[in-house]
């Protein structure tokens, strides 16, 4: 592990890759075969499971644990206290390790503190999960989800601002200036 940062109270078990650049602070634990991208920061008390896989540049805040099955690419945020489950129906007596869902958080992807992600689904590129949201199904590239469960009440730029289309399905981010366009349900950049 080449300048990585690791504090002290932190443990990284054997067989972990991670990234150049990449901080993990108090009382953290990167469990064995995880593979941590480059520039990433990784908050107090966060869990990284077995196996889990971190793009470049992703943002954990504390108190998060990121399960087994969890997938984030490059650019995801993931805020304080955030929940991801990886099974649908937990029992303490039934050991179901091998029905964990894989859940995908695509480029971009921005969780709020205190959301709950059920496994099983895919956070599309740049979304916006709204602080306390419940999400339930796949999410839509540059979707804006809140409530419980997550609904769609809008879409955000890759900056992460509001976007308001006009009657041709074009919109334009109010800080980059970036146009976006709405077609059949989809949000892309231009």
């Known amino acids: 592990m080449k300048n990585v940062f690791v504090h002290p109270s932190s443990y990284v078990d054997e067989g972990c890759v991670i990234g150049e650049g990449t901080k993990i602070w108090h009382f953290s634990h990167i469990m064995t075969g995880c593979h941590i991208g480059a520039d990433c920061n990784i908050g107090q008390n966060v869990v990284i499971s077995p ?8 943002k954990i805040q504390n108190n998060v644990s990121v399960y087994t099955g969890v ?3 490059d650019d995801v945020f993931l805020g304080p206290s955030m929940v991801f489950t990886n ?9 179901r ?8 958080l695509k ?20 979304c916006l999960i ?5 999400v339930t199904k796949d999410v839509p590239a540059y979707a804006l989800m809140v409530g419980n469960p997550a609904r769609h009440i809008g879409w955000v730029s890759a900056h992460g601002e509001k976007l308001q289309f006009d009657a041709d399905g074009m919109a334009r981010c ?7 366009r709405l077609q059949d349900g989809k949000v892309e950049k231009i």
């Open 130 to 134: 709204g602080a306390g949201s419940v």
């Open 51 to 58: 196996d889990v896989v971190l793009g470049r540049n992703c």
């Open 174 to 180: 109010p800080a980059t200036g970036e146009t976006y």
């Open 71 to 73: 997938r984030c690419e």
């Open 87 to 95: 099974v649908v129906n937990p029992r303490a007596a039934v050991s």
């Open 97 to 104: 390790k091998d029905e964990y869902r894989p859940t995908l």
């Open 107 to 126: 480029r971009g992807a921005s969780v709020g503190a205190n959301a709950t992600i059920v496994c099983g689904h895919t956070l599309g590129e740049y």
